[in-house]
């Protein structure tokens, strides 16, 4: 698996829109920033959060001020169900399309808002929703958007529940000719005829005329058996499907050999959870699939389990795959392709390429030529720890680019432990004796807490680690590549399996995050950080800490450290003039611990050159999504979702004076 692999015929893949190489004109599809908008998650298909705005710079950032803040649910949902209840982890990022912001709500409603005061435009209206029964919901990423051609009104298209909706952007009325009244029901799928249970949280991918949808899938650690995660697409217009596309190749298909003891019968997951991105230009759409069922033990589905943690290129117009790779073979890390592919022109050796890059958990930036899926520096198999629990699968080999190096620590030993003072580095060595120590890939193990025995691997990155789901931010004009990663490990255990209640022989075990000594981090800092890369030679450009860590914990204040960095989920935004990166508030899952008081709540430009920050902030509360930029009425606003488990969910705006 070395290169990537080219696909005849069967399997779809379609690539995403792209940004500008030097000194090449982009696709008008890659140019919403140019007018001051944002109509993707991402800025534009390809995720690349970039906007070409400076009106907000080096000179002028640190007047920014808090133009306006909006509640997670408009006070008309309010009044309509009292008991309205939802969390404060309000991950919604807007989009903001001819004078309108869009977004999902608290509950996952589709609101619309004015851009230069927060103030309701719509909500979106459910007919099926009544007064007398108070909806459940959460907030997922965000919404698509779909311009409309001829007599079709521009439309919203957004996931609730197990519903696709398509609502009118004027109104926020149900476009009635899509699908039913307005929906499509996602829990219908052709391979059954009973309904299943569905669950999406990423916005909707928007691609010339298709809407495509993953699904967020629940792991069952206690069966071998689960369900595929398909990906579907549906016609725009109508909402008629047009496609699946299914990760576990079946009978007579091409990697259905990958799946040793017709293991593909029967196993599940290889999800797309995340965002997508897509080159409409091409046509093209580039999934990030995630781990097979169970996560962390396969020994009852043995073999590489394509197409399960590849970037997998597929047709948008009918599904059919044009390549894939696989980043991880037999995954028992979860280390789940978690970031929408990014897509960038660059100039290689004086070769204009075509370019998409997979970031991923294990801290590696996997780079290809999007069109042929040829990669742009060459991927090495690199052998790997075998396992030692009884009856596991193991692949021996592993991908490993050669370029770019990794952005984050690979594999933890003595060496990479907490050295701040003699006592703490003694305290840590003794905790991390309780784990099994290694390099990137080794396995983990079966708990045993008697005396002299393993309480599970230790692992890093760790499934928390390395890239996060806000992906990173890509500057067409120098090609310079921001990349926010978390330096943090945890306890890879296995339980034996119970019999009576699962057909595993192992399951996963508590998954913990080892303590510190003394509540500090058990690793060396920097914990959260920020690589510059330089897309067009491949090469590390700046490394710095963001945020300053647990650097006044009272055993190491006396010290003077430097920022030690914030091990959270941090977002970016990236302009003309400044990289803004959040920290990411601890509320979201599986945050490690060890970070200071105000953790999650910074917010900072850094300059793109030297990554010297130039301007910071504390918010009310951390991140919770990723920042957008737009420019309204000639004034430039930075909107961001935050919320924390002590401040309900809401969107803020700033802007100069």
């Known amino acids: ?125 459910i007919p099926f929703l009544t007064n007398d029964e108070t909806p459940r919901g959460a907030a997922n990423r965000g919404v698509g958007y779909w311009a409309g051609a001829g007599e079709d009104r521009p439309r919203i298209l957004s996931v609730r529940s197990s519903y696709l909706f398509a609502t009118d952007a004027e109104t926020g009325r149900p476009v009635l000719g899509f699908g039913d009244d307005g929906k499509v029901d996602l829990r219908i799928f052709a391979d059954t005829p009973e309904p299943q249970p569905f669950n999406y949280i990423s ?40 496609w699946t596309w299914n990760p576990i190749p079946q009978a007579g298909e091409p990697g259905v050999e990958t799946w040793l003891d017709d293991s593909w019968q029967y196993s599940g997951m290889a999800n797309v959870w995340t965002n997508m991105s897509a080159d409409d230009e091409l046509g093209l759409i580039y999934l990030p699939t995630g781990a097979p069922s169970n996560d962390m033990y396969g020994g009852h589905r043995p073999g590489d389990n394509l197409y399960a943690n590849s970037i997998v290129c597929l047709r948008a117009e009918t599904g059919e795959m044009v390549w894939y790779f696989q980043t991880v073979h037999h995954d028992l890390w979860d280390y789940d392709n978690n970031v929408a592919p990014i897509l960038m022109d660059v100039t290689v050796d004086g070769r204009e390429i075509k370019a998409v890059v997979q970031l991923t958990k294990q801290a590696m930036a996997y780079t290809f030529d999007r069109v042929t899926g040829e990669p742009v520096w060459p991927i090495v198999e690199r052998p790997v720890p075998g396992s030692e629990t009884p009856g596991e699968w193991i692949a021996p080999t592993q991908p490993f680019p050669t370029k770019p190096a990794p952005f984050d620590v690979h594999g933890i030993s003595h060496d990479t432990l907490i050295d701040f003072t003699p006592g703490l580095r003694e305290e840590a060595i003794a905790i991390a004796e309780e784990y099994v120590l290694g390099e990137i890939y080794t396995p983990p193990s079966v708990r045993n807490e ?20 806000g992906g990173a931010g890509f500057d067409p004009e120098t090609g310079m590549l921001y990349v926010p990663s978390v330096t943090g490990t945890f306890a890879a255990d296995l339980t034996p399996g119970n019999p009576d209640r699962m057909n595993v022989r192992y399951t996963r075990g508590d998954r913990a995050f080892p303590e510190g000594p003394r509540g500090l981090p058990l690793l060396k800092p920097p914990y959260g950080r920020i690589t510059a890369i330089n897309m067009n030679t491949g090469d590390h450009v700046w490394m710095v800490p963001n945020g300053d860590g647990p650097r006044d914990h009272p055993d190491i204040a006396h010290l003077n450290l430097p920022p030690l960095g914030q091990p959270g989920r941090a977002m970016t935004l990236l302009t003309k003039s400044l990289l803004f990166v959040s920290e990411g508030d601890p509320i979201m899952v599986r945050t490690p611990p060890g970070a200071g008081p105000e953790a999650g709540k910074g917010f900072r430009a850094f300059e793109k050159e030297t990554g010297a920050v130039v301007w910071e902030t504390t918010l009310p509360a951390g991140t919770v999504g990723s920042p957008i930029t737009y420019l309204h009425e000639d004034r430039q606003y930075i909107v961001l979702p935050i919320g924390s488990l002590e401040l309900p969910g809401e969107w803020m705006a700033l802007a100069l004076p």
Not at 220 to 236: I, L, Q, S, W
Request: one cysteine or more; proline letters at 6%.
């Open 450 to 469: 008697n005396e002299g025995e393993t309480r599970g691997t230790l692992q890093l990155p760790g499934s928390v680690g390395g890239a996060e789901w």
């Open 203 to 242: 916005p909707p991918l928007v691609v010339r005329d298709v809407v495509v949808v993953g699904q967020l899938m629940e792991d069952h650690p206690r069966t071998k058996e689960n369900r595929p995660g398909y990906v579907r697409a549906y016609d725009v217009r109508t909402g008629e499907l047009r």
């Open 1 to 125: 698996m070395g290169s990537a692999r080219a696909v005849a015929g069967s399997c779809p893949l379609v690539s995403a829109v792209v940004c500008v190489v030097l000194g090449l004109e982009a696709p008008a599809a890659a140019q919403h920033g140019t007018a001051g908008e944002w109509h993707v998650h991402g800025g534009e298909n390809g995720y690349t959060r970039y906007a070409p705005l400076d009106q907000i710079n080096a000179e002028t950032v640190a007047d920014l001020e808090v133009a306006w803040r909006r509640q997670a649910v408009d006070a008309s949902l309010h009044a309509r169900w009292p008991d309205l209840r939802y969390s404060n982890q309000l991950r919604s990022t807007p989009i903001m399309v001819d004078g309108v912001l869009y977004a999902s709500n608290g509950i996952g409603m589709v609101e619309a808002f004015d851009p230069a005061t927060g103030e309701t435009i719509w909500v979106q209206d």
